[in-house]
């Protein structure tokens, strides 16, 4: 009775489960059969069609979709290298030389995110403005490291606290000055923290969309902007609408799944392991 | 650094030789600690304090893009327009309103979903890799394709779905313009929610379970006095986080109803973009600026207390 009734149960918690996985996954699975389609079969709501690459090639010939993307990869890998730069720095030296303020000095980082974008938007704008780095990829990248590096150096000094202080410790009354110490040493024993640092930071700058949509307009636009174009009238070109939706969703989503776990601990900054 | 300092930070350093902890090694932690941390710390002071303080210099200013002429101080009143502004005490409770909503729906449903996906059950992987994909998908995406492919009234799949019950479609984002908003912004971060409530319960130790199970509670006391007890500062961290991009939603609001119809869908982050990138109004957008930072900080000054007790915690164990 035991083994029928846990393979009851294992049955019924399977159907359960992917019944709701499949609920919160159909708008992307949508999107993913439309990008597929063409503009009259969108309209048909039939998963049943013929597929083809209409849509994109559409896509690519009638937008500047690749200027866009350019864009959205030059934003997050320039956020992503910029703030490790200034994070690495500062997460090892609060890790491995606490002093009296380190604590309070990691809570106030932290409650600089706190700070609603929205309260600097016209300040930011008008110095953007002036300084001419409105509707430039760098002014862009300024933003957003100053926005996420708060995360950056949390999650890295969570990953450089499970370092074992003894090695460094060794290497630097060998004679390893600072840099040799954190290059042959440090970065290479928390190279995977790191890489999923640096993988959050993509992810979060590659989706960032109150800043791209206020600060850039054509010049460095990234694919939020992009797609954000589609809320005029464009938007009721389905087939092209999905098609360049999956384009600019699938690369980061996949990245998104590879690290998943990593994820948690970045987003939680540390303390959901 | 001297001994009493570290036995202050035990969590932070721990394990660390009393003995290494030479005079030399002393004044050069102090000045590694010093310009290795700066530009992280310069970079975030500037940040923080120079924009801000330009937000509190405009709200007491009459200063008008469109306008440049008429300039200079004026006190308070741009607070009390803004106060008289039919639009102003709407955009909060919106603002409160969606923020609320969402994590409501996304803990209570971020939980729900967590304790059934720590059953064992077939495809279990691929099916959390369904459940958290909305999280990745950027906020324009995600408003565009409910508002054109989901909700649309005429074609859209639940227009169809309602048509082939035999119901009347609803214009969703017409009629249910905040409901609307809340589903697609619930959509976006319930998958968050459930990512790390998910793997905070499977950090519960199987054996406390099994110590439960053999004592004879049943699935309800189960839930109620070992899991979520357990998941307690996983939720806070879920409700922490979530607030701070909460209440500042606003692609989702900008690509769909554009804060309609009406003041419906307005919040303060919406207003705000359209008294000063629209109507060019500076003075009156930075006064509902600083009455962003206000909300945001009364919101943060609870749950940063929240997190400061959360890392004590950590440090005793």
Redesign the interface.
Known sequence: MSVAHSRL??GI??A???S???L??F??F??MI?SFKTEEQA?Q?SVIFQPTLQSFREVFARSDYLSFAGNSIAISLGVTLLSLL??I??A?????????R??K?L?W???????????????????WKNSGLLDTVSGLIIIY??IN??IA?WMAFTYF?EV???IL?AA??DGAN?WQEIFHLLLPMSLPGLASTGLLLL?LS??E??WS??LSSSHAAP???F??S??SPE??F?AK??AA?LL??AP??V???LA??Q??RG???G??? | MNSPTREALPAVDSGRPHAASTARHARKSVWTQRWLLSPAVISLLLWSVVPLLMTIYFSVTRYNLLSPDESGFVGLDNYRFLWSDPSFLPSIANTLLLTGSVLLISVVGGVLLAVLFDQEFFGRGIARLLVIAPFFVMPTVSALIWKNMLLHPVYGLLAAAMHALGLQPVDWLGQYPMFSIIMIVSWQWLPFAFLILLTAIQSLDPEQKEAAQIDGAGPFSMFFYIVLPHLKRAIGVVVMIETIFLLSIFAEIYTTTAGGPGTATTTLSFLIYSMGLQQFDVGMASTGGILAVVLANIVSVFLVRMLASNLKGENEQ
């Open positions: 149960r294992y918690t399977t359960v489960a992917w709701l996985a499949i919160v996954f708008p992307i949508w999107m439309t309209y709501l200034l994070a720095p500062a090892y030296s609060m890790a491995f030389f606490p002093g009296p380190t604590q000095i809570l980082m932290m409650s600089t995110k706190m700070m609603p974008s929205v309260g600097v938007l016209l300040p930011v704008y008008l110095l490291t100053l590096l708060p150096v606290c074992p202080k003894e410790e630097r009354i600072t992810i590659w989706n969309a109150f949509i206020n694919l939020t902007v797609i954000a589609y809320s938007g009721l389905w609408l999905s939706s600019a969703v980061i989503m990245l998104g799944w998943q776990k994820l948690v987003l939680t900054f303390a959901v392991k």
